[in-house]
């Protein structure tokens, strides 16, 4: 889950869907990035971990970190929360970005808006 400050979208994008990997009794990694440093370290805004305490989902011990390019080697997918999210991971990765690995959010959630990112 990747947004630009790593302390609103992607927090919860990250805490909702932990949620649903562990219902589901899955193995999956789930994390989160920022493509900005402004936060590095940080805890997500207050108002987000209000939001998933309201429910039923504590993000409270998440803490803010940089997306690298090695995240590509690193995951299997990479959702971006923003169009502009996806041009600053083409250029924070370079040659490593992948196409293939990397997906809006929201297109999961309406998969007939397939978008191209090459």
């Not at 992607?10 to 909702?16: T, Y």
């Not at 293939?100 to 929201?106: G, T």
Request: glycine content about 6%; overall charge positive; hydrophobic content about 40%.
């Amino acid at each position: 889950m990747v947004c630009l400050g790593n302390i609103c979208r992607s927090p919860l994008a990250e805490g909702i869907l932990q949620h649903k990997v562990a219902a589901a009794g899955l193995n999956w990694v789930v994390e989160r990035a920022g493509t900005n440093g402004y936060h590095m370290g940080e805890p997500p805004h207050h108002l987000s971990i209000k939001t998933a305490l309201q429910n039923g989902i504590d993000i409270r011990r998440q803490k803010s970190r940089q997306f690298i390019a090695e995240d590509f080697e690193r995951y299997d997918k990479i959702y971006a929360m923003a169009n502009d999210v996806i041009d600053d991971m083409k250029k924070i990765a370079k040659k490593k970005f992948d196409s293939k690995k990397v997906d809006l959010l929201l297109n999961d959630m309406q998969p007939a808006r397939v978008q191209n990112f090459a």
